[in-house]
């Protein structure tokens, strides 16, 4: 895949077309084709035995690290956007975007609430004719932690540390919207523009992350559902003085379960469906990872003995 450098689309105030300004609760770019950041890149390259590392700097409120790890079959790509300045009386809305050769016929597909494949069709609705008049803002669609594209043997998978808009406004390539900044209301309720400001008056900087893999289409989703599950849910690390002779390890289950099977929830509760605070029940809950037919081994029907 080719990384384009991070683009920005200028926020409409109204147009011709409709008088309905970009703000907090719409999109509404005000060309359909977004522009870089910067035309000039100034990069560096950090090489160790363990990690690589491409820093990118396109401006002085925006950056980028794309970062290889020894053994790692994925990149990662890392993020750091803002305060975007608006001095020039345009609200921006920032994007990361990959380019590909993949012929994807206007198809693309994001998650529902980490789970649930769905197929998106460009310039298309399944239960309605639809008149397109908005071309980009009308082929956004939630992300929650992943979009991907694929040809006949291909697929890029591009994994969200969180909840993003994002789409595949041309063949081949992927978009993930990572931050905006806004100078008019969209009139749907909350009467002021979204501009929230830190204390020093500027207004947000945010970091992020995203994985990207390029893997065969046969075995994609061996990949990308395991890891989609390991940067949604971190572990925590905390610190805090123990003795040396501490527990190091420790498990609940006498025998892994299988690859496909997650464990969702394991709580105590007191049988009261809505308190999970302490009694002489337990909830259990566990979850078939993959869709039918995603994978030919992730796929298969799994019988959990308890």
């Given at each position: 895949?080719?990384?384009?450098?991070?683009?920005?689309?200028?926020?409409?105030?109204?147009?011709?077309?409709?008088?309905?300004p970009?703000?907090?609760?719409?999109?509404?770019?005000g060309?359909?084709?977004?522009?870089?950041?910067?035309?000039?890149?100034p990069?560096?390259?950090?090489?160790?035995?363990?990690?690589?590392?491409?820093?990118?700097?396109?401006s002085?409120?925006?950056?980028?690290?794309?970062?290889?790890?020894?053994?790692?079959?994925?990149?990662?790509?890392?993020?750091?956007?803002?305060?975007?300045?608006?001095?020039?009386?345009?609200?921006?809305?920032?994007?990361?975007?990959?380019?590909?050769?993949?012929r994807?016929?206007?198809?693309?597909?994001?998650?529902?609430?980490?789970?649930?494949?769905?197929?998106?069709?460009r310039?298309?609705?399944?239960?309605?004719?639809?008149?397109?008049?908005e071309?980009v803002?009308?082929?956004?669609?939630?992300?929650?932690?992943?979009?991907?594209?694929?040809?006949?043997?291909?697929?890029?998978?591009?994994?969200?540390?969180?909840?993003?808009?994002?789409?595949?406004?041309?063949?081949?390539?992927?978009?993930?919207?990572?931050?905006?900044?806004?100078l008019?209301?969209?009139?749907?309720?909350v009467?002021?523009?979204?501009?929230?400001?830190?204390?020093?008056?500027r207004?947000?900087?945010?970091?992020?992350?995203?994985?990207?893999l390029?893997?065969?289409?046969?075995?994609?989703?061996?990949?990308?559902?395991?890891?989609?599950?390991?940067?949604?849910?971190?572990?925590?690390?905390l610190?805090?003085?123990?003795?040396?002779?501490?527990?190091?390890?420790?498990?609940?289950?006498?025998?892994?379960?299988p690859?496909?099977?997650?464990?969702?929830?394991?709580?105590?509760?007191?049988?009261?469906?809505?308190?999970?605070?302490g009694?002489?029940?337990?909830?259990?809950?566990?979850?078939?990872?993959?869709?039918?037919?995603?994978?030919?081994?992730?796929?298969?029907?799994?019988?959990?003995?308890?």
């Amino acid at each position: 895949p080719r990384f384009r450098p991070v683009s920005r689309y200028n926020s409409s105030g109204g147009d011709a077309l409709s008088p309905q300004p970009s703000g907090a609760y719409i999109f509404r770019p005000g060309a359909p084709r977004p522009v870089p950041v910067s035309q000039r890149v100034p990069t560096a390259l950090l090489k160790t035995p363990l990690v690589q590392e491409l820093h990118q700097n396109f401006s002085s409120w925006c950056s980028q690290v794309l970062r290889l790890r020894a053994g790692q079959r994925y990149l990662e790509l890392e993020w750091t956007v803002g305060p975007i300045p608006v001095g020039d009386g345009w609200g921006k809305e920032i994007i990361s975007r990959f380019e590909t050769p993949l012929r994807t016929d206007g198809r693309f597909y994001t998650d529902s609430n980490g789970r649930q494949i769905l197929e998106r069709r460009r310039d298309y609705r399944p239960t309605w004719n639809l008149n397109q008049t908005e071309p980009v803002a009308g082929n956004y669609y939630p992300v929650n932690t992943r979009i991907f594209i694929k040809d006949q043997k291909l697929q890029l998978t591009v994994l969200t540390d969180r909840s993003q808009g994002g789409s595949s406004v041309t063949d081949g390539s992927v978009e993930l919207m990572v931050h905006r900044r806004l100078l008019q209301d969209d009139s749907r309720g909350v009467g002021e523009p979204l501009d929230e400001q830190e204390p020093d008056g500027r207004g947000l900087r945010v970091r992020g992350l995203h994985r990207v893999l390029l893997d065969p289409v046969a075995t994609a989703a061996e990949r990308h559902r395991p890891l989609a599950q390991e940067l949604g849910t971190p572990p925590f690390v905390l610190l805090a003085p123990a003795p040396l002779a501490g527990t190091r390890q420790f498990s609940g289950l006498r025998r892994e379960l299988p690859h496909n099977v997650h464990l969702l929830t394991l709580a105590a509760g007191d049988g009261d469906a809505g308190d999970a605070g302490g009694g002489d029940t337990v909830l259990l809950r566990l979850e078939h990872q993959f869709a039918r037919g995603e994978s030919e081994s992730g796929s298969r029907p799994v019988t959990i003995d308890l």
